[in-house]
């Protein structure tokens, strides 16, 4: 049986328009389609945390489709009340290189299910109150994520360039501007990414405290491990960075700081199994179709239409 997982837009582009009865009569059609073709419906706990952060405030204006949005992702996902969740990145990064877990990411991903399943269906007053306060925190956490994220992107410009006035590095110096370039395509520089991951991953496990620095060369080991099983996250964060070489790409604007979360979804984007099925990821991102296609994993990404062809 084949595994998907539809990304944030793919839900939102689904229910767009649609009334909640059409929804759930759309839902029944999808999975009767997908029951015949052996394909099974997995949740991102990534996907859920963008969707739930705009339902925190119904004076949000994604308010209405998302919650429409989590009412798809959920009955997408689920079977006779149980829903079917794929790790997140930092559990499959902490269990494949550290041979450990997380708890309190394993406790965030159970919230998160919680709150899918309750605000799906029966997304009434009393369970937005009983919700408030994990939804606020939810979306605190979004919203410091996007924001930390986008300062590390300032960052790495004013680091390369200290005298960059906007987001673009070495505007008026092509040299330097292709000594850059040449060092974000080279092998060095997804080795720094991939340690980068592990590091964050490693800071987040509950390991004795004398056990604070792990081993350069054992690190080592790990980055390049995990630049060959995951070159598509690596790839879509290189091509971020090649963007603010090559133009004012400005991460607080026009959403951009959302890169956070497609990076952490590329996880799931190429020659992955869950449980010995394949997996497939359903987006109409164009940024993540090119790095994909780049990583030679075109095979494993496809746009709602063509899902859709798919299954018939």
Not at 109 to 116: D, E, K, T, V
Not at 169 to 177: A, G
Not at 189 to 202: D, G, H, P, R, V
Request: proline fraction near 3%; charge should be positive; hydrophobic fraction near 40%.
């Amino acid at each position: 049986m084949d595994k998907v997982l539809f990304d944030t837009n793919a839900y939102r582009y689904l229910v767009k328009g649609k009334s909640s009865s059409q929804i759930g009569e759309l839902i029944r059609k999808l999975k009767r389609k997908e029951k015949y073709n052996d394909i099974q419906t997995l949740i991102s706990p990534i996907v859920a945390k963008e969707l739930l952060a705009h339902i925190t405030d119904k004076n949000d204006p994604s308010f209405e489709i998302c919650l429409s949005a989590i009412k798809a992702l959920y009955l997408h996902s689920s079977d006779e009340d149980a829903y079917n969740m794929i790790a997140s990145p930092e559990l499959l990064i902490s269990k494949a290189f550290f041979g450990a877990t997380i708890p309190e990411k394993e406790e965030t991903n159970a919230a998160i299910g919680q709150m899918i399943f309750h605000i799906a269906t029966n997304p009434t007053d009393k369970i937005f109150k009983k919700f408030r306060g994990k939804l606020q925190i939810n979306r605190s956490h979004v919203l410091e994520s996007e924001r930390n994220y986008a300062n590390a992107m300032k960052a790495f410009v004013k680091n390369t360039d200290p005298n960059a006035k906007g987001w673009q590095i070495f505007v008026d110096d092509e040299k330097k501007r292709k000594k850059v370039l040449t060092y974000i395509r080279s092998e060095n520089c997804s080795l720094e990414i991939a340690k980068a991951f592990l590091f964050i991953t490693y800071q987040l496990l509950a390991f004795p405290k004398e056990k604070t620095n792990i081993n350069e060369n054992e690190m080592m080991l790990k980055a390049k491990a995990l630049m060959s099983i995951f070159p598509e996250p690596i790839g879509l964060q290189k091509q971020i960075f090649e963007n603010l070489v090559n133009s004012q790409f400005n991460l607080f604007e026009h959403n951009r700081t959302n890169f956070v979360w497609d990076i952490q979804l590329m996880f799931n984007v190429g020659n992955h199994h869950v449980e010995g099925s394949k997996l497939y990821f359903v987006t109409d991102d164009k940024a993540m179709f090119r790095s994909a296609i780049k990583e030679n994993a075109k095979y494993t990404i496809l746009n709602y239409n063509d899902y859709m062809d798919y299954i018939k």
